[in-house]
């Protein structure tokens, strides 16, 4: 069986593994509890190529763990509780070195899949380390996720990509008979992604086409072998967050051209439909907000359209919905205004709620003065009465900031009939 270079020299201990020193390095945050033999349950979660499988197998080997691994492309619920009865059998209960449950892919399991965890990881039947390269806020159930620490992985940086180079070259025993030479190393870089296992997929590809004695490894020799830029977009990989960055960054700039560009790019590299929208659904409250509120409808709108029909027509919707929000009018005042208040929660706790905005659902609570001098505001004129709202301590204080727009300047307008000079509107 030909294994590829990428699983050949897979490493197995700590000290061989290569990068994600803010995790596994001399003072990584797991560095001591795998050591330890300490484990928690935990979710990886990373791009593709970044060590997730390897560390969940030295986790296990450095804690003399049993250790059962599952992929949630094709395991059932069934297979589940076969592999958590099989646990429980050869770790035993009320031990201190339960065995290891690895599960790839975490993200790809349904909610009723994830359920069928709960008991064994609450229990301590097993421990869970599972293997993400979503967000697992997004993929992973709250009652799971509230069960696990969440440790991320970075993509590879380019002095981790040539130790994974150099290395392979140095201790893989069908590299070791060919004498390579590496004199450029950017276009693999590049074509990598940050992704270790590419990297050295890409690698083994061209250095098993070249039939020379020495194999002079250049950017031209690469970007020759390798027929088709595959990474141009990687929906994994440090690009994916770098052009979702540019995409929003044109529509907060009102760049509807830039906007479609970079979406296109996304949608070519086959990025999640849902991951768009997402992102669209927060630029049109972030960005736009209440200089256009119909933006959020229209992004929820499209969220909803683009879910049920998938691509490729979802591609129009996703564009329709792009150059709405980036020819609106922008306003980030919503999102500066709980930032600010989130501060001052922060900043000075738990302030007490003033008497008069209390509930007051028994006669207790109104006899002790629950609700007590409260003035409904749709008795007064206008609708509106010039009365307190805020705690005391904090009596005054302005929030919300109308910013220069159309629809802000009659809010502002309105705010300040009412509320005079008190919040400076």
Not at 198 to 216: Q, R, W
Not at 329 to 346: E, L, P, R, T
Request: hydrophobic content about 40%; glycine content about 6%.
């Amino acid at each position: 069986m030909n294994e590829p270079l990428a699983e050949r020299v897979r490493p197995k201990t700590l000290d061989a593994y290569i990068s994600q020193n803010h995790l596994v390095g001399e003072k990584g945050s797991l560095t001591n509890q795998i050591k330890k033999g300490l484990i928690p349950s935990l979710i990886l979660w990373g791009p593709p190529g970044t060590g997730k499988t390897t560390l969940a197998n030295i986790i296990a080997e450095e804690s003399k763990r049993p250790f059962y691994t599952l992929s949630a492309i094709n395991s059932g619920v069934k297979d589940i509780r076969e592999v958590i009865e099989k646990a429980k059998q050869s770790g035993g209960l009320f031990t201190a070195k339960n065995p290891i449950l690895f599960i790839d892919e975490i993200h790809r399991f349904s909610k009723s899949q994830q359920d069928s965890l709960l008991a064994a990881v609450e229990k301590g039947w097993v421990t869970l380390i599972g293997a993400t390269t979503e967000n697992p806020s997004f993929e992973v159930i709250p009652a799971l996720l509230s069960r696990c620490q969440v440790y991320i992985l970075n993509a590879f940086g380019k002095e981790d990509l040539d130790a994974l180079l150099r290395r392979a070259i140095k201790e893989d025993s069908l590299l070791q008979t060919k004498k390579i030479k590496l004199e450029e190393t950017e276009a693999l870089m590049r074509l990598s992604g940050g992704d270790g296992r590419k990297l050295l997929n890409i690698f083994e590809l061209v250095v098993n086409s070249e039939e020379k004695e020495t194999i002079v490894i250049t950017n031209e020799l690469v970007m020759g072998k390798v027929q088709k830029n595959t990474v141009l977009y990687d929906k994994t990989g440090e690009q994916h967050y770098d052009i979702i960055s540019a995409f929003i960054k044109s529509i907060r700039g009102s760049d509807p051209n830039g906007a479609v560009y970079w979406l296109a790019r996304m949608i070519e590299g086959g990025e999640d439909v849902k991951f768009i929208a997402r992102r669209l659904l927060i630029s049109a409250s972030e960005d736009v907000g209440l200089a256009n509120p119909t933006a959020l409808v229209i992004a929820n709108n499209c969220f909803q359209a683009v879910t049920t029909i998938g691509y490729p027509e979802a591609r129009i919707i996703l564009s329709q919905c792009a150059i709405y929000l980036a020819t609106s009018a922008k306003s980030n005042a919503s999102y500066a205004a709980i930032g600010k208040a989130q501060q001052v929660v922060k900043q000075t706790g738990d302030l007490t709620v003033p008497l008069p905005l209390r509930n007051a659902p028994t006669k207790l609570m109104k006899d002790i003065g629950y609700g007590k001098d409260y003035k409904y505001a749709h008795s007064y004129a206008n609708n509106f009465i010039d009365a307190e709202f805020l705690p005391d301590e904090i009596t005054g204080t302005s929030f919300y900031e109308p910013r220069n727009n159309q629809r802000e300047n009659a809010l502002k307008d309105f705010l300040k009939k009412r509320w005079k000079d008190k919040y400076q509107f």
